[in-house]
């Protein structure tokens, strides 16, 4: 028997789907990444963008129809509107939330009698944090041999009026850093290269167990000190973190243990501050600002990230300047800019949504181009200087060449290397640059 699962979204959706995988592993079933070839299939979707839920859709139409000349399966989980899952019930097999995760190989042997009755016990489960965090107890199979995803913390407090995520994953709820630790232990012994801790707000890791649990600051510090003690070559990156919770005692974290990767990733969203206060980010320009601040004193060759909406409900041609002049100041190494869509369920999807998409791909462009010219002006300043890079795969659009990533996380595309380099550090020499990468040669030491 052939399963194939396909994972839509972000980080939090492939860590999940690497426990879906364990689960149905253990049942028998064997993997394939070709649908058409699978008796059990599903997708780990994503309710926080319109195309993505578009994209589950199209795929179930396309398996139901296969259902007239074969047996199978479907199933859909991950992140989902609860609207979204009633209407799911109608069209999949078995509707399940992570939080059932244990009980699929019961729903397999059942599959066809799911009911709405089923949903409503998966919604009452959802909102009883005892029985939320059952699912990080299955061990996952890494979809990687040499990077590993994390989770530390699941759900958002943070209700941001663009953002669905709090309807989706619920409120925050932070995993036992005993059973973090010792997954990044485990992941250590076998050699894994590149750690990411993960959550929706990984900052606010521990204030939901206030006094009962670790701070994000005194987590890092934990990882680091079992980094130290391994003596081994690894780098642990964290995402995504929310300017509101980050703390200095973070980032003096970062700067005190080598493996703590020297890269940031802090979404600002706007720089304006009346976008800010109708985005409902709880965060202002200056205090953006401070965080930036302590980043550069502290972690001066850290590079930073961020992510920035352009055409929000209500934004003006002055306040999308004030996010321009933001990223001109700060001098971002990548920012990933969207254009603004109404999210479902989200507060805003309420508002006007008053931007066309012409004017919003406008302002896409605009920011891009800033974005293009302050990075590559710190990229040229690395050209002659060697770095120590992760080498990740082929390179999709260079013939020949391997892509890596710097410690930053920057791309790095590496001319006549070998694919036995993938997944092993290696240095290499920074010989030019392009927009928003860069290309080195491999020194051999």
Not at 218 to 240: A, H, I, M, P
Not at 396 to 425: D, Q, S, Y
């Amino acid at each position: 028997m052939k399963c194939c699962i396909v994972t839509l979204g972000c980080q939090m959706n492939q860590s999940d789907s690497e426990r879906i995988r364990s689960v149905i592993e253990g049942l028998g079933y064997v993997l394939t990444e070709v649908e058409a070839e699978a008796d059990l299939i599903g997708v780990v979707a994503c309710s926080v963008r319109q195309k993505a839920i578009d994209k589950v859709y199209s795929k179930i139409e396309k398996w139901n129809q296969w259902k007239n000349d074969r047996p199978l399966i479907t199933f859909v989980s991950g992140c989902i509107l609860p609207a979204d899952e009633v209407k799911f019930l109608k069209r999949f097999d078995l509707v399940f939330r992570m939080n059932q995760l244990p009980d699929l190989p019961t729903m397999i042997q059942q599959c066809g009698v799911t009911t709405e009755f089923s949903i409503r016990q998966g919604l009452d489960a959802f909102e009883r944090e005892d029985e939320r965090t059952d699912f990080w107890q299955v061990k996952p199979t890494y979809s990687s041999t040499f990077e590993a995803f994390v989770p530390i913390q699941n759900g958002c407090d943070k209700f941001c009026s663009f953002c669905a995520v709090p309807y989706t994953r619920g409120r925050e709820v932070s995993r036992a850093s005993t059973d973090i630790l010792a997954e990044v232990e485990k992941l250590l012994e076998n050699d894994v290269k590149a750690i990411t801790l993960l959550g929706q707000n990984v900052n606010s890791y521990g204030l939901d167990k206030a006094g009962e649990e670790l701070s994000f600051a005194e987590l890092l510090r934990k990882v680091g000190e079992l980094g130290d003690k391994s003596g081994k070559e690894f780098w642990v990156y964290f995402t995504s973190p929310h300017p509101r919770d980050m703390t200095r005692d973070v980032i003096e974290a970062i700067a005190a243990h080598t493996c703590l990767a020297k890269q940031i990733h802090l979404p600002v969203q706007s720089g304006d501050e009346k976008m800010l206060l109708r985005m409902n980010r709880n965060h202002s320009v200056d205090a953006y600002r401070a965080i930036v601040s302590d980043i550069r004193e502290l972690l001066p060759t850290a590079t930073l990230f961020t992510d920035i909406i352009v055409g929000f409900s209500g934004e003006t041609d002055e306040q999308l300047e004030k996010s321009a002049q933001l990223m001109e100041e700060v001098g971002f190494n990548m920012a990933y800019i969207a254009r603004y869509s109404p999210r479902v369920g989200a507060r805003a999807e309420r508002w006007e949504d008053d931007i066309s998409l012409e004017i919003k791909s406008e302002r896409l462009v605009r920011l891009t181009a800033v974005l293009k010219r302050t990075s590559r002006a710190r990229n040229e300043a690395m050209i002659g200087k060697t770095y120590r890079v992760l080498v990740e795969r082929v390179d999709k659009r260079m013939e020949g060449a391997l892509a890596a990533r710097t410690e930053g996380k920057l791309l790095v595309r590496i001319l006549n290397a070998p694919e036995e380099l993938i997944g092993t550090f290696q240095t290499v020499r920074i010989t030019s640059v392009a927009d928003l990468s860069l290309t080195g040669e491999l020194i051999r030491v």
